[in-house]
């Protein structure tokens, strides 16, 4: 529990130095039917994350819009209350404090990825408020808060969650394989997806015969494939971020390797500036992904969120196709609202106790939450990259390039094994 320790002793200054600005005047009003909602959070505007966090904040925009166009909650307007943590977790437990007692947000959601979700979660324990979090890898594990959801479709055990479906993929062909090398970077999602990956593979019967980290700022990763290459692994399980997966995958293509099955973990290889960047060299890799154009996929309202969003993403400056992040953006607020809505109530327990007990309908589909706070049933997707020619985008909007193989039930199509760098 150091990671739980270490926040509460930072939460408490910063609590203590907002309180004292806030408590001699801290009176809650009573609601007009004019004043709004106001819904707080920080997002990535900045730093690392703002590709997607600025993606993550048009489609929250885009469901402010469609709530308020149709009466809003409650019959008041909603207000989206948000500031830049810069992608820097320091900035996270100050953004919170503020966002409840000056800006006396009436919720609160989290921003993008586990690195700022998790120091947000001392803030709003402490304040017992409900909160909706934005793709967090087993943020609630150690904090055990009955008043967490999370949207990304991880399902119970995340950890474990994150990579079963590329070993039941990979143990189901003919014949199965026998061993495997986990690569991944040295920071907390990777870290995590390795542990996941770590007992898949032992429960598969494979022998791990490479099993490490590299450091953040490897820029070069023609080392790290050769030393796997050197063990002739059968499966390659990589975890990575963006810049990371992008190295690897040329890496890959350069030096080729004789793994029959690899990816599993890479994150970036949804967003449309890097399928554009990489092309055919994807083909083959199978990898997580949570959706895509893929006839087995089509939930209600989904095409019309998309229509609204690739309409002012240019001028956003955001990911064009916006299939990753963006839908679920959209999602998780409208749990949110459907709660609101169906207690008529902005009490946080009454809240909690709605979201914890029923299903709700999204553009992602049906979602219901378990005890911990994830899904009830996990919908993380294996896809792998067929058919893909050349760079041109627009053959990533068509079915038949990120074929689903995992779950069975959502599955669109059969695995191409064993693996060929780049080939179709």
Same mark, same amino acid.
């Given at each position: 529990?150091?990671?739980?320790?270490?926040?509460?002793?930072?939460?408490?200054?910063?609590?203590?130095?907002?309180? /004292?600005? #806030?408590? +001699? !005047?801290?009176?809650?009003?009573?609601? *007009?039917?004019?004043?709004? @909602?106001?819904?707080?959070?920080?997002?990535?505007l900045t730093g690392a994350l703002a590709g997607a966090g600025k993606a993550a904040l048009l489609s929250m925009?885009?469901?402010?819009?469609?709530?308020?166009?149709?009466?809003?909650?409650?019959?008041?307007?909603?207000?989206?209350?948000?500031?830049?943590?810069?992608?820097?977790?320091?900035?996270?437990?100050?953004?919170?404090?503020?966002?409840?007692?000056?800006?006396?947000?009436?919720?609160?959601?989290?921003?993008?990825?586990?690195?700022?979700?998790?120091?947000?979660?001392?803030?709003?324990?402490?304040?017992?408020?409900?909160?909706?979090? /934005?793709? #967090?890898? +087993? !943020?609630?594990?150690?904090?055990?808060? *009955?008043?967490?959801?999370? @949207?990304?479709?991880?399902?119970?055990?995340?950890?474990?969650?994150?990579?079963?479906?590329?070993?039941?993929?990979?143990?189901?062909q003919d014949p199965p394989p026998k061993t495997v090398a986990l690569v991944g970077a040295d920071a907390e999602f990777p870290r995590n997806a390795m542990i996941g990956a770590r007992q898949n593979a032992r429960e598969a019967g494979l022998e791990i015969v490479y099993d490490r980290t590299y450091p953040p700022a490897t820029v070069d990763f023609t080392p790290v494939i050769r030393a796997i290459q050197a063990t002739e692994a059968e499966l390659i399980y990589v975890a990575s971020y963006p810049p990371d997966s992008v190295g690897i995958v040329r890496a890959i293509n350069e030096i080729g390797v004789t793994?029959?099955?690899?990816?599993?973990?890479?994150?970036?290889?949804?967003?449309?500036?890097i399928l554009g960047s990489l092309g055919e060299k994807l083909n083959g890799i199978v990898n997580y992904d949570f959706w895509v154009p893929e006839p087995t996929l089509q939930f209600t309202g989904i095409d019309a969120f998309l229509a609204k969003y690739q309409a002012q993403a240019e001028d956003a400056g955001v990911d064009p196709l916006g299939y990753y992040l963006p839908p679920y953006a959209y999602a998780y607020l409208q749990i949110l609202g459907q709660a609101v809505l169906a207690t008529g109530s902005l009490d946080q327990d009454t809240l909690a106790n709605h979201i914890r007990s029923h299903e709700f309908d999204t553009v992602v589909g049906n979602v219901a939450f378990g005890p911990d706070g994830e899904w009830a049933k996990t919908r993380i997707l294996m896809v792998q990259f067929q058919n893909v020619e050349g760079r041109d985008l627009e053959q990533f909007t068509k079915p038949g390039t990120r074929v689903v193989l995992y779950p069975p039930e959502w599955a669109s199509g059969e695995a191409r094994y064993p693996y060929v760098p780049g080939n179709k």
């Open positions: 529990m150091p990671k739980f320790s270490w926040s509460r002793s930072m939460t408490t200054f910063v609590v203590a130095a907002c309180t /004292l600005i #806030a408590s +001699a !005047a801290y009176v809650i009003p009573r609601a *007009e039917a004019d004043d709004p @909602i106001k819904i707080g959070f920080g997002m990535a925009q885009i469901w402010a819009e469609d709530v308020n166009a149709a009466g809003g909650l409650l019959g008041r307007p909603v207000e989206l209350v948000y500031y830049d943590d810069q992608t820097n977790p320091s900035m996270v437990p100050g953004i919170y404090t503020k966002l409840i007692n000056i800006d006396r947000v009436d919720l609160v959601v989290s921003g993008y990825g586990t690195a700022t979700i998790v120091p947000a979660m001392p803030i709003v324990m402490n304040y017992d408020r409900l909160f909706l979090a /934005l793709f #967090a890898l +087993a !943020a609630n594990e150690d904090f055990q808060y *009955e008043r967490y959801f999370q @949207i990304m479709p991880a399902g119970p055990g995340p950890r474990v969650a994150w990579s079963k479906g590329f070993f039941e993929v990979a143990m189901r793994a029959k099955q690899f990816g599993g973990g890479m994150v970036g290889l949804q967003y449309a500036s």
